[in-house]
T-cell receptor, first 114, second 113 residues
């Protein structure tokens, strides 16, 4: 079974600075998909970014980018120019190629400080 | 507006009672999911459904029942609620196929006294 680990329960960053959230996973699959979701205090789950394991190029979405290290089974999220609205819980999620089910990590609570 | 709607947003009930959480989506997504969110565990899958009349267990199905008679609805029932089922429950839906993200409702906070 796949497992997803987020080793940083809580983090903080100053506004306009850069922060990196870590995620590691365990799988025997060679192809799979990885996602980062953001959950602000409103409780919504918002897709931030996704990565396909067979693509070597790291995904980027505006201020959000990932560092995908397939051999190390690592999928970190970098947030550049942090904004107060980035304050949220961030969840890393793994999806197998032939199933729709996600396995989520326990989450990292990020606080952006003014 | 298109989307996924959960009701109620908050619910308080007592142990032993039956409670049903509702989920409705307007995208006609074939897949639907129920998760529970607990501190330190992230989101854990309770049940999922690939299509109407097709459901399957997830990681933590005990004490829960689901049905899916129509594509757009996926209710979750706690037949005899226990305090350990106090949690925030999320419904999600997705299209079939690789790399399809899941779209989430706003969650139901359920407290069992």
């Amino acid at each position: 079974a796949q497992t997803v680990t987020q080793s940083q329960p809580e983090m903080s960053v100053q506004e306009a600075e850069t922060v990196t959230l870590s995620c590691t996973y365990d799988t025997s699959e060679s192809n799979y998909y990885l996602f980062w979701y953001k959950q602000p205090p409103s409780r919504q789950m918002i897709l931030v970014i996704r990565q396909e394991a067979y693509k070597q190029q790291n995904a980027t979405e505006n201020r959000f980018s990932v560092n995908f290290q397939k051999a190390a089974k690592s999928f970190s999220l970098k947030i550049s120019d942090s904004q107060l609205g980035d304050t949220a819980m961030y969840f890393c999620a793994f999806m197998k190629p032939y199933g729709q089910n996600f396995v989520f990590g326990p989450g990292t609570r990020l606080s952006v400080l003014p | 507006d298109a989307g996924i709607t959960q009701s109620p947003r908050y619910k308080i009930t007592e142990t032993g009672r039956q409670v049903t959480l509702m989920c409705h989506q307007t995208w006609s997504h074939s897949y639907m999911f129920w998760y529970r969110q607990d501190l330190g565990h992230g989101l854990r899958l309770i049940y999922y459904s690939a299509a109407a009349d097709i459901t399957d267990k997830g990681e933590v199905p005990d004490g829960y029942v689901v049905s899916r008679s129509k594509t757009e609805n996926f209710p979750l029932t706690l037949e005899s609620a226990t305090r350990s089922q106090t949690s925030v429950y999320f419904c999600a839906s997705s299209e079939p196929g690789a790399n399809q993200p899941q779209h989430f409702g706003d969650g139901t906070r359920l407290s069992i006294l």
